[in-house]
């Protein structure tokens, strides 16, 4: 006979039960996200989407999937963890925005050391809200349980999201021609990129959390895990009315790199960098970090989280709409003819990538 002690999953570090309990728990929050071609519902294998039932005639379907970074050990070291859903949702659903797609359903990945059932709820309650606002359906996801892989209460997340399009609707850079209009759609901070450099300036800098950003009126902690502004519900009328020939989604790369990404060839960006106050919050980074100009320009996003390139006769009217959605816009350039790239300017401000 072996005299050896049997071993179970969970003396090996894995819960069974806690992600059985996990699963009731949020189920109702995905339930609250329910939308035309799917009731939301969890528990199978896998989630369906009725494409017919959300109205779509000839649809293309785009994909994105996304992360939110080390955003994430910000929120592991101040518990704060109510907000990074919606980053989690912004980055993907942003994403298809930008192609003229509406989110329709999104599924998450959530790993983790040690399952912390209250840590894991907050975090899914925010996905299930960052799909509210976006108006897609959570229809599944993955809680993974891995002892050795992550250390304490670390945890990682990823999101999957897919939406679609009606065929002659879908938005690329055909469109964009000299003379456009760029609409910069303000952000609510640093969003979900670069925070490796943010976490290193703070670490150099031995600055606390808890301390206040000079002119912001908020704590540094509250500032940096404000939640990535999502843009789908404002964007979808206009786009639906072929008012916007193209957009830019500035994340990792920043206004640089991000809006060439639109552009066709023959034409290049240019960005006027007064053309809107520079919140605190970068100004305190940049300062803290001796950060160039051209380097927080290609790194952050420096106050315009997604960027309209428009017809100039469209412009006004648009800018307009946005502001009664609550979403503060500037006019911060043009499209000119030349090699496809971006160009920002400004006082000390003046750097060119080309694409």
Known sequence: MNDKTGLSYEEAGVSIEAGNALVKTIAPLAR?????????????????FDLKAAGFEDPLLVAANDGVGTKLKLAIDTGIHRYVGIDLVAMCVNDLIVQGAEPLFFLDYYATGKLDNEVATQVVASIAEGCQ???CAL??????EMPGMYEGGDYDLA????????????????????????????????????????RRIIEREGWSLDMAVPGDGRTLSEALLAPTQI?????????????????????????????????PEGCHAHVDMTAWERPALFTMLQQGGAVAEAEMARTF???????AIVPAEEAEAL???????????????????????????????SATHDA
């Open 32 to 48: 609250m996200t329910a939308r035309p071609g799917a009731d939301a519902a969890l528990g199978g294998f896998g989630g369906v």
């Open 231 to 263: 843009y789908v519900r404002p964007l979808l009328g206009p786009l639906r009315d072929n008012r916007i020939h193209a957009l830019a989604h500035i994340t990792g790369g920043g206004l640089l790199e991000n809006i060439p990404r639109s552009l």
């Open 139 to 144: 229809i599944g996801g993955e809680t993974a």
């Open 319 to 349: 800018a307009l709409h946005l502001g009664r959605e609550g979403i503060e816009t500037f006019r911060i350039g043009e499209v000119r003819k030349g090699a496809r790239g971006c160009t920002v300017t400004g006082e000390g401000w």
């Open 159 to 198: 999101g999957f999201c897919v939406g679609a399009v009606e065929r002659g609707q879908l938005l690329d850079a055909s469109k964009v021609a000299p003379g456009d209009v760029l609409l910069g759609l303000a952000s609510n901070g640093v969003h979900s990129n670069g925070f490796s450099l943010v």
């Open 133 to 135: 606002l976006s108006g």
């Open 301 to 307: 996003n420096c106050g315009i989280g997604m960027v």
